[in-house]
């Protein structure tokens, strides 16, 4: 019996983008596909958010193919990755804490009838979708400010959802959480999963990884080091990647201290912009 892989939702081939005079992302292949979670992991410096700003349309690749939904594609903003179906849940959530949640999910995207909000139907809109994602929230009505961080995170991720993507990307979404509301927000990747979604998840908290992916992509400086199925490998061995204990680039993409360095601080500066 054979069993055919879901589709590839995104694809990326042969991805450079340089700062200045330094590479920051040289060759990369990545791949995210329909009903799965990848974990992208790496060092600081190691070109995750560089190649994730490329993903989400803030930075435009040097080199490479980007291929969405089997179509050959060029991202040239966030607003163009959004309406293409790729949704960005950034670690600082960009939640505005004197709103309520309704007001949150809505934010430059409300319902109007006649030239008026339609208050009924986006709470309609923000309770089914919360019903959907499992959400502990005891409102909807409820000012954001008084929400834990999972259930912020909650909010995040569900405001993601409103305009049906096929791609979300989650930045670190458990950082600074606790053990429940960590679990609170893992179960909702396996949810976001389990509705057929590319899942693009990237953290540095190697339990919560091997919790909830099925693949690992792992960056140092700048290049593809290893990739691995979480039911066939360990932490140490990821982390052996990470740490560059194990070198698993090409030949072609050896580089010396000075360089690796340079490469670092780029992809570092390429962050910050």
Not at 125 to 138: M, Q
Request: charge should be negative.
């Amino acid at each position: 019996m054979t069993t055919t892989s879901p589709p590839e939702v995104l694809s990326m081939t042969g991805i450079a983008k340089r700062f200045g005079a330094v590479q920051a992302l040289s060759d990369i292949e990545f791949h995210a596909r329909a009903g799965e979670v990848v974990a992208l992991v790496g060092d600081n410096g190691a070109g995750k958010s560089t190649l994730i700003k490329a993903i989400a349309g803030v930075h435009l690749p040097d080199e490479g193919h980007i291929y969405f939904n089997g179509e050959e594609v060029h991202i040239g903003s966030p607003a163009q990755a959004q309406k293409m179906g790729i949704a960005t849940v950034h670690q600082d959530l960009a939640l505005c804490d004197n709103l309520d949640v309704v007001s949150n999910l809505f934010l430059g995207s409300e319902v109007t009838h006649a030239s008026v909000l339609d208050e009924v139907a986006m709470e309609k809109r923000s309770w089914g979708l919360l019903r959907e994602l499992s959400a502990r929230i005891p409102s909807v009505r409820i000012a954001v400010a008084s929400l834990s961080g999972g259930q912020r995170q909650t909010v995040a991720i569900a405001r993601a959802l409103l305009g049906e993507p096929r791609l979300v990307m989650l930045d670190e979404p458990t950082a600074a959480l606790g053990v429940a509301q960590t679990a609170e927000v893992l179960n909702l990747i396996r949810r976001l999963r389990d509705r057929g979604l590319a899942v693009i998840l990237i953290s540095h908290n190697m339990a919560d990884v091997m919790a909830v992916a099925d693949r690992v992509v792992v960056l140092r400086l700048g290049r593809n080091n290893g990739e691995y199925r979480v039911a066939d490998t360990t932490v140490e061995q990821i982390v052996a990647a990470i740490t560059g204990a194990v070198n698993n680039m090409r030949p072609s993409d050896g580089i010396g201290p000075a360089s690796a360095a340079a490469t670092q601080d780029a992809t570092q500066e390429g962050s910050q912009r």
